[in-house]
């Protein structure tokens, strides 16, 4: 009989030739659709032939990684908004079947239903948050303070042990949040509402705002609420900002509110408190002349001293000061008193006869930076807001630079490092406020006399009234170190809090430990340089 399967078996092997022929077919149209095609842009120049070095393979990394990058944020910006766009529906899909199911009980489905449209909720998360009004707080330890940032440092008043005053945000969720922020801001600027009260017919207002001419920002997370964020934009040597205010209640971004601040006929009064101290106000001057003077030129310097010692000296400083700038824009107080900051602060205040004016509380021994001055002025409004900065306060710096014969001029000590200093968030003396406000407030309890109290008081009224407190660190803000007497005339508070105030002022927590441990330090170098040396002599 022939055998039938033996064609069966041809037509078998055939079909298997087949299908791997197909197979492999596939296999090279896959891999031709994943090489990715040349790019002539990443081509770096340099002779015909010549192998490619280490550069090349470097540029070809950053490019890739900053399109992986765009990529992340561009999908990540899509799945926020599908989140939203799904938590509508959920939302509207309950309210629905809560209706269905109370059928019978008039109201009681309108009373759930009340959040129920996600947008009118999100917007009643903005109704509790500190952005419109002031919220009443019961002591100075319930407000929650600010972050501040530029576009590459964080600064931050909670450390630990391993965070440091300044930072760049190396955490990815950290950069990737403050960089959807600025992009959202800049979409808001350049692209406005109507409602944002930007005319077309005024031409540098429409003008185009990059991530270039962001200065600084604001942010703070209060878990019941969400993150305000408050971000200021300005054109290269322009005195004109824009101000937008972003909200973010543990969902998408919402713009709050875009506006121009012009910050070109805001004066500032600083107003200093002095007894003594005539060499510390000549350095004081010289960062005055330079900052305010030299390049500001919109400033007023109340100075109220009080007692005789050292006024002549202090009288000759302003003088000599005033002849060669030409400024004449300052007013010397003499007091026969006893020195109270609260006093002469008060003072200083009323001592002002030209209407309103925003006020910065200052002492001798603070150096600030010209960016300081615009910060000043962003962060108050009258009858709206004040700002109570956090200083950088600096160690000693016979500890700081004892390491070196001579320690580095202040210029070179104003630096945001650990062993360097630390944010001052339990003093609150140094304030940008209008005049209006402090008045209006009932200004300092001036029967505390002598060292500290009376700021906390002032702090304490704003935070009991409908005015928003600004809570934040600063860059552009030292306080110089200075050694600190603790008078036997305080009463027991005032001077467990000057004693705070000094231990904290000295050095780091790691300084302070070398200091402690000097002895054994000493005793652990002695040996090993005698170990060593009987190993030589060996």
Same mark, same amino acid.
């Given at each position: 009989m022939p055998r039938r399967g033996l064609p069966l078996q041809g037509r078998v092997r055939w079909l298997f030739l087949g299908l791997f022929l197909l197979l492999v077919l596939l296999l090279f149209a896959y891999l031709l659709e994943c090489t990715p095609p040349a790019d002539v842009s990443l081509i770096l120049p340099g002779p015909v032939?010549?192998?490619?070095?280490?550069?090349?393979?470097?540029?070809?990394?950053?490019?890739?990684?900053?399109?992986?990058?765009?990529?992340?944020?561009s999908l990540k910006r899509q799945i926020a908004q599908l989140k939203q766009e799904l938590q509508e529906m959920s939302e509207k899909l309950k309210v629905l079947q809560e209706k269905k199911e109370l059928p019978?009980? &008039?109201?009681?489905?309108?009373?759930?239903? %009340?959040?129920?449209?996600?947008?009118?909720?999100?917007?009643?998360?903005?109704?509790?948050?500190?952005?419109?009004?002031?919220?009443?707080?019961?002591?100075?330890?319930a407000l929650v303070p600010f972050e501040s940032f530029t576009s590459s440092k964080v600064y931050q008043l909670e450390m630990g042990l391993t965070?440091?005053?300044?930072?760049?945000?190396?955490?990815?969720?950290?950069?990737?949040?403050?960089v959807e922020?600025? %992009?959202?801001?800049?979409?808001?600027?350049?692209? &406005?509402?109507? %409602?944002?009260?930007?005319?077309?017919?005024?031409?540098?207002?429409?003008?185009?705002? *990059?991530?270039? !001419?962001?200065?600084?920002?604001?942010?703070?997370? %209060?878990?019941?609420?969400?993150?305000?964020?408050?971000l200021f934009f300005a054109k290269e040597d322009s005195s004109s900002f824009r101000h937008v205010t972003l909200f973010r209640p543990f969902g998408p971004l919402m713009k709050v509110r875009s506006t121009s601040v012009e910050t070109s006929g805001m004066i500032i009064n600083i107003i200093v408190p002095l007894a003594g101290r005539a060499e510390t106000f000549s350095q004081f001057l010289q960062n005055f002349r330079e900052?305010?003077?030299?390049?500001?030129?919109?400033?007023h310097l109340t100075v109220v001293y009080f007692g005789q010692e050292g006024l002549q000296e202090v009288t000759s400083s302003l003088e000599k000061m005033s002849r060669e700038e030409s400024f004449s824009n300052y007013t010397l107080i003499p007091v026969d008193e006893e020195f109270s900051r609260g006093r002469g602060l008060d003072i200083g205040a009323h001592a002002w006869k030209k209407g309103d004016v925003?006020?910065?509380?200052?002492?001798?021994?603070?150096?600030?930076?010209?960016?300081? #001055?615009?910060? /000043?002025?962003?962060?108050?409004?009258?009858?709206?807001?004040?700002?109570?900065?956090?200083?950088?306060?600096?160690?000693?710096?016979?500890?700081?630079?004892?390491?070196?014969?001579?320690? &580095? &001029?202040?210029e070179l000590q104003l630096i945001h490092k650990k062993d360097a200093g630390f944010w001052r968030d339990f003093g609150f003396g140094m304030t940008c406020q209008y005049r209006s406000d402090f008045l209006n407030i009932g200004g300092f309890d001036l029967e505390v006399k002598g060292w500290g109290? @009376?700021?906390?008081? #002032?702090?304490?009224?704003?935070?009991?009234?409908?005015?928003?407190?600004?809570? *934040?660190?600063?860059?552009?803000?030292?306080?110089?170190?200075?050694?600190?007497? /603790?008078?036997?005339?305080? *009463?027991? @508070?005032?001077?467990?809090? /000057?004693?705070?105030?000094?231990?904290?002022?000295?050095?780091? !927590?790691?300084? #302070?430990?070398?200091?402690?441990?000097?002895e054994e330090i000493e005793a652990h170098l002695r040996k090993q340089a005698f170990k060593t040396q009987s190993k030589t002599e060996d």
């Open positions: 032939g010549e192998p490619y070095g280490k550069e090349y393979y470097q540029a070809l990394l950053q490019e890739q990684e900053e399109r992986h990058l765009n990529r992340a944020a019978g009980v &008039p109201g009681l489905a309108d009373k759930d239903q %009340e959040p129920g449209d996600l947008l009118e909720y999100l917007h009643s998360q903005i109704d509790k948050a500190e952005v419109n009004t002031g919220a009443r707080l019961p002591s100075e330890y965070r440091h005053p300044e930072e760049k945000p190396v955490r990815k969720d950290r950069r990737d949040e403050l922020v600025i %992009e959202a801001a800049l979409d808001i600027i350049n692209n &406005p509402d109507e %409602e944002d009260g930007v005319e077309d017919d005024v031409p540098m207002q429409r003008q185009t705002y *990059t991530d270039g !001419h962001f200065t600084e920002g604001l942010y703070r997370t %209060e878990r019941d609420k969400g993150t305000l964020y408050e900052v305010c003077i030299q390049h500001d030129r919109r400033v925003l006020m910065f509380f200052c002492d001798v021994d603070i150096h600030f930076t010209l960016e300081f #001055l615009n910060t /000043c002025r962003l962060h108050a409004a009258p009858n709206k807001k004040v700002f109570y900065p956090v200083v950088f306060s600096l160690y000693n710096p016979a500890i700081v630079y004892g390491n070196l014969e001579l320690a &580095p &001029p202040v109290v @009376e700021d906390v008081h #002032l702090y304490r009224k704003y935070l009991r009234s409908d005015v928003i407190v600004i809570r *934040t660190p600063v860059s552009g803000l030292f306080h110089l170190w200075h050694e600190k007497q /603790c008078a036997d005339e305080l *009463t027991p @508070e005032q001077y467990r809090m /000057c004693i705070q105030s000094k231990a904290m002022n000295e050095a780091s !927590h790691s300084h #302070l430990g070398m200091l402690v441990f000097r």
